[in-house]
């Protein structure tokens, strides 16, 4: 659905260290990851804001790591993304909330 890469060309890009790891990013900036998405089987700008509201919610603060430079890793930003969109409040989001019909 989605691979990590170096490319400038990728969709988006997510910081890696510092105060705002796994912050979401339109421009590639040292520090971050490229995003590039199969979009046979998933749109950019949908894990894009899915990435947004993780970060925003703090959903990321639990893989962070490092005690002077905070930074986290590729693979808990995919465990991340992964144990949200399998979990009831994604569903019920995509849903429209729980008194979705």
Known sequence: MYLFTNLESSDFFIQLKGEHAGKPLKKKIPNSIGIRVDRRFLDAQYLFYLVTYLYMAGKF?????????????????????????????????VKGGEHAA
């Open 61 to 93: 603060k639990q893989y962070i790591k490092g005690s002077v430079i905070p930074f986290i890793t590729q693979k808990d930003i995919a465990k991340a993304i992964f144990n949200f969109q399998t979990c009831k409040e994604h569903l019920d989001m």
